[in-house]
């Protein structure tokens, strides 16, 4: 694949990340103050760098569990299998849980897998996005904290990829395809 055919344009900074993370972190461990264990999971592989800069800034005791899915099937019709690929190490029954995903786009893949969590007896769940892109939406899917809205645009940077490129940015960039006036929307 040829990667020299996009360049990126900043759009959040590092620093507005940090930030950021820093007031969800505190919002976060005001809501399960008094938690025995935070169990945080995190929807792979996109989350991975947030879920690492979040679980840091909680005050509250906390474990650390990872689902990945895939999402496939007819593009051109608007439902969604979702498969798992990973799913999670620990029992979450009974327990107070925190689902951590990079960016909410059309909802599929968010609202299947809290469907699925919700089935093995959480005592509570609460959702954390960094990303939300509510004109991509066709599901509609509670998240309880969202860290930036943006329009539709395909991102990359702070964990998330393009064709496994570009995660290890610690700001969040806009892909934008040189000569190519096309969209690239993002997956989701």
Not at 51 to 63: N, Q
Not at 137 to 153: N, Q, S
Request: proline share 3%; with cysteine.
């Amino acid at each position: 694949m040829d990667h020299s055919n996009y360049v990126i344009d900043p759009m959040i900074s590092a620093k507005t990340i940090a930030a950021r993370v820093e007031a969800l972190a505190k919002e976060i461990t005001a809501t399960f103050r008094g938690t025995d264990k935070l169990i945080v999971i995190g929807l792979l592989r996109g989350s991975f760098v947030f879920i690492a800069d979040l679980v840091r800034e909680l005050d509250l005791p906390v474990e650390v569990d990872f689902l990945e899915t895939s999402s496939y099937g007819d593009s051109m019709e608007s439902s969604r299998e979702v498969r798992i690929l990973k799913d999670l190490r620990g029992e979450i029954e009974g327990r107070d849980i925190l689902v951590v995903e990079d960016i909410v786009d059309t909802g599929h893949t968010l609202h299947h897998v809290l469907n699925l969590l919700k089935s093995r007896g959480p005592r509570r769940m609460e959702v954390c996005a960094l990303l939300d892109k509510p004109s991509r939406r066709e599901v509609e899917v509670d998240t309880t904290w969202i860290g930036f809205e943006i329009p539709d645009k395909f991102v990359v940077g702070y964990g998330i990829d393009y064709a496994q490129r570009n995660r290890n940015l610690d700001h969040i960039g806009i892909v934008r395809f040189i000569g190519d006036q096309t969209d690239h929307p993002d997956k989701g």
